[in-house]
């Protein structure tokens, strides 16, 4: 009896000690959309805050400019290296599908934030918001702010970016109800998440259509970039703005009056909560199935649930509006 009980706890002390070793040795591979994007500094911020609480490693990734091939390449050279799982915010959903399955083939797992891949190159998509509310709440913005009349246009990222098109999508489905019926979208471009190319769009539009009254920008490069454009064209107060930006970088604009609310989420938990649900993919918790409770670690749990389109999602909350009332607070938070 003694001789077996020794055997049960060598058996014991082989198994727990293989999982630690285990666990400290996850390498988790983050890819971006493009390098020096505040709003993905704040997402490695968070995956690096979880990758601390788990005992793992992230390595943050992205190309320089918002190039669909170098993600390809990043994703290529992280298989070579054989990370354990690869996180991504996809330039291009359907582009990066074959590289995301061959990472999947080699038995690394995928998981998207912030903009997807098609469901068959991801195991998971951490949703930062519903699609939905995040597409209309900015055409509800804008419309309060230039009294529900007047021509729009929409400055947004990259012509390929999954996320924006979807909520450009809601944008214009919000549009048709009688509400905005004197509300004209005249014109959507595209800035690709370049500061200069945003900022010399937005001044196509001041020249192109003299009686614009409002931009709607879904991206933080992009709103940022308008309210530059707009305050150096003399535009505050007679050219509205709205979109998604970092309240840090919007701070000034807010207080001037140049752009008087914007929505987003918070980027921090976003890649925070990536990790975690990755981390859980890796240690089988969870398999990724709907219905599944994903523990997040200090964001609570969330239930995978059906995309519509074959994928399977978590999601992460609804947006929050910044405006003159918060902005101070939430400006020094990110």
């Not at 500094?41 to 170098?70: D, F, M, R, Y």
């Not at 992280?78 to 990066?96: R, T």
């Not at 068959?120 to 509310?133: I, Y």
């Not at 599944?292 to 978590?314: A, F, S, Y």
Request: aromatic share 8%.
């Amino acid at each position: 009896m003694k001789k077996f009980l020794i055997f049960v706890l060598l058996v014991l002390l082989i198994v727990l000690g293989t999982e630690s070793f285990a666990q400290k040795k996850y390498v988790i591979g983050l890819v971006t959309k493009t390098a020096g994007n505040p709003f993905f500094e704040a997402v490695n911020k968070g995956a690096q805050e979880a990758a601390k609480e788990l005992g793992i490693t992230v390595i943050h990734q992205a190309p320089a400019a918002s190039s669909v091939q170098g993600q390809i390449d990043i994703i290529n050279s992280m298989i070579a290296q054989k990370v354990s799982a690869i996180c991504i915010s996809a330039n291009d959903p359907d582009a990066l599908v074959p590289a995301c399955r061959k990472a999947q083939l080699r038995g690394i797992p995928v998981v998207t934030f912030d903009s997807a891949v098609k469901p068959q190159g991801r195991k998971l998509f951490v949703n930062q918001a519903d699609m939905e509310q995040i597409g209309r709440i900015q055409v509800q913005l804008l419309a309060k702010m230039i009294n529900y009349e007047g021509e729009i246009a929409i400055l947004s990222a990259a012509s390929t970016m999954a996320n924006q098109n979807t909520w450009i999508a809601w944008m214009k489905e919000e549009l048709k109800k009688p509400e905005y019926s004197k509300m004209k979208l005249v014109a959507i471009v595209y800035g690709d998440d370049i500061r200069e190319k945003s900022y010399n769009e937005a001044m196509g539009l001041f020249k192109s259509y003299p009686n614009l009254k409002g931009i709607i920008a879904p991206t933080t490069v992009g709103i940022a970039a308008a309210a530059r454009a707009i305050e150096d064209a003399g535009l505050s107060g007679k050219v509205q703005l709205t979109g998604l930006g970092l309240p840090s970088e919007m701070a000034e604009y807010v207080k001037r009056g140049t752009c008087k609310a914007f929505a987003l989420w918070n980027p921090i938990d976003l890649g925070y909560a990536t990790i975690y649900a990755t981390y859980r993919l890796l240690t089988r918790e969870i398999k990724g199935n709907v219905g599944e409770k994903v523990n997040l670690g200090k964001l609570g749990e969330r239930t995978i649930v059906d995309e519509g389109n074959g994928g399977r999602m978590i999601i992460l909350g609804p947006p929050f509006v910044f405006d003159a009332s918060n902005i101070d607070y939430w400006s020094k938070v990110y």
